[in-house]
């Protein structure tokens, strides 16, 4: 399975090939494009 949208990126995968990143640690974490 896969998200767009994560509270945190520790071992989570995101669709489509992207990279989870957050606006701060552990909080607000999207996926996005490499």
Do not use: Q, V, W
């Amino acid at each position: 399975s896969c998200a767009d949208a994560y509270k945190s990126c520790d071992s989570l995968k995101c669709c489509n090939n992207r990279t989870c990143m957050c606006s701060m640690i552990g909080t607000n974490c999207t996926c996005r494009k490499k």
